[in-house]
């Protein structure tokens, strides 16, 4: 169809409001116009056309994939699939878990994933820790040796003692980022107390609203998360919260620190550990109430508001004598 200058292939229909508003059903002539001249979009049915016989379409209950239940939360569009063992979503749940912000698994990267998915090694995260049992098959793929298997299967077992906020992100609760994570296990010490945890219970926590809410509730009411979170928890992954420990030196307690920059003798996310494991905090914006600008290599924008605004500046040999003194 040739509509407004361009050849018109489709138009999606994925919204089952709209769908059901315009009464549009399979086989229907419908009239197809460009929303601000861009996007093709149906906007109406020719009723007069319509065949005898025809019916509403209805939108399908369970995931074609793995037959799960699927849902939709109020307002959205979309049907979403929890179970994170659907075909469909393992790899990118997997390479979720290992990413550097959650579980940061070295040497686990998209073609590994890929690569272990499609030779059935990894079904789920909590495969990962069942590796070492295989790693005669692994010694026999194309570019893998003994060090490199040993390289993977340290930074693996490394991954246990990642704190249980980031075990909690890692899941890939729908909603949950880092920040999020932190929250609920400041609240929930336990796995199982998070896993116990209601609607009502979670919305009394201040940033946690109805949709977030309702997603950590779903995310464990669903049979194949809770198996994987107990295979972790098997395996040693660390799945309750320690208490913190909080030193005495005013250099860091109660102190606003804003990271910017690539520091050399660590990762951002160790540089933060660092600074919350000695009672300061770490927040992403600069302001008058922020106590100190760590300084890595590339700073940008940040760093000139700094300066404007006359916050301490540290470098990163600065910063490292700060923790030494510790």
């Given at each position: 169809?040739?509509?407004?200058?361009?050849?018109?292939?489709?138009?999606?229909?994925?919204?089952?409001?709209?769908?059901?508003?315009?009464?549009?059903?399979?086989?229907?002539?419908?009239?197809?116009?460009?929303?601000?001249?861009?996007?093709?979009?149906?906007?109406?049915?020719?009723?007069?056309?319509?065949?005898?016989?025809?019916?509403?379409?209805?939108?399908?209950?369970?995931?074609?994939?793995?037959?799960?239940?699927?849902?939709?939360?109020?307002?959205?569009?979309?049907?979403?699939?929890?179970?994170?063992?659907?075909?469909?979503?393992?790899?990118?749940?997997?390479?979720?878990?290992?990413?550097?912000?959650?579980?940061?698994?070295?040497?686990?990267?998209?073609?590994?994933?890929?690569?272990?998915?499609?030779?059935?090694?990894?079904?789920?995260?909590?495969?990962?820790?069942?590796?070492?049992?295989?790693?005669?098959?692994?010694?026999?793929?194309?570019?893998?040796?003994?060090?490199?298997?040993?390289?993977?299967?340290?930074?693996?077992?490394?991954?246990?003692?990642?704190?249980?906020?980031?075990?909690?992100?890692?899941?890939?609760?729908?909603?949950?980022?880092?920040?999020?994570?932190?929250?609920?296990?400041?609240?929930?010490?336990?796995?199982?107390?998070?896993?116990?945890?209601?609607?009502?219970?979670?919305?009394?926590?201040?940033?946690?609203?109805?949709?977030?809410?309702?997603?950590?509730?779903?995310?464990?009411?669903?049979?194949?998360?809770?198996?994987?979170?107990?295979?972790?928890?098997?395996?040693?992954?660390?799945?309750?919260?320690?208490?913190?420990?909080?030193?005495?030196?005013?250099?860091?307690?109660?102190?606003?620190?804003?990271?910017?920059?690539?520091l050399t003798t660590m990762t951002r996310e160790e540089a933060k550990q660092k600074i919350e494991s000695r009672g300061g905090k770490v927040v992403s914006s600069i302001s008058r109430k922020i106590n100190f600008v760590v300084v890595g290599?590339?700073?940008?924008?940040?760093?000139?508001?700094?300066?404007?605004?006359?916050?301490?500046?540290?470098?990163?040999?600065?910063?490292?004598?700060?923790?030494?003194?510790?």
């Amino acid at each position: 169809m040739f509509l407004g200058g361009s050849t018109v292939s489709r138009a999606t229909l994925h919204n089952e409001e709209y769908i059901n508003e315009l009464d549009i059903r399979l086989n229907d002539i419908v009239i197809v116009e460009k929303g601000g001249d861009v996007i093709p979009k149906i906007s109406s049915v020719k009723i007069d056309k319509r065949q005898s016989g025809s019916k509403p379409f209805r939108f399908p209950k369970h995931c074609p994939e793995c037959h799960s239940k699927i849902f939709r939360f109020e307002g959205e569009a979309n049907y979403y699939c929890e179970n994170s063992e659907c075909p469909a979503q393992v790899k990118g749940r997997i390479e979720h878990f290992a990413s550097r912000g959650a579980m940061n698994i070295e040497g686990l990267g998209e073609a590994v994933v890929d690569q272990f998915v499609q030779l059935g090694l990894l079904k789920n995260c909590a495969d990962l820790y069942d590796l070492h049992t295989r790693q005669v098959t692994i010694y026999s793929l194309d570019r893998w040796g003994k060090k490199s298997i040993q390289n993977l299967l340290h930074a693996i077992e490394e991954s246990k003692t990642r704190q249980f906020s980031r075990v909690v992100y890692a899941l890939g609760i729908r909603h949950i980022g880092a920040n999020i994570a932190q929250l609920l296990v400041d609240n929930f010490n336990t796995i199982e107390q998070l896993i116990a945890a209601t609607e009502t219970d979670l919305q009394s926590l201040q940033g946690i609203g109805p949709q977030i809410a309702e997603s950590v509730v779903r995310f464990f009411a669903e049979e194949h998360n809770l198996r994987i979170v107990n295979r972790l928890k098997t395996a040693g992954v660390q799945m309750l919260e320690k208490k913190k420990r909080v030193r005495t030196s005013q250099q860091f307690f109660d102190k606003s620190f804003v990271l910017t920059g690539t520091l050399t003798t660590m990762t951002r996310e160790e540089a933060k550990q660092k600074i919350e494991s000695r009672g300061g905090k770490v927040v992403s914006s600069i302001s008058r109430k922020i106590n100190f600008v760590v300084v890595g290599a590339n700073a940008g924008s940040k760093l000139e508001k700094a300066k404007t605004l006359g916050i301490l500046l540290l470098d990163e040999k600065k910063f490292l004598t700060m923790l030494q003194n510790e």
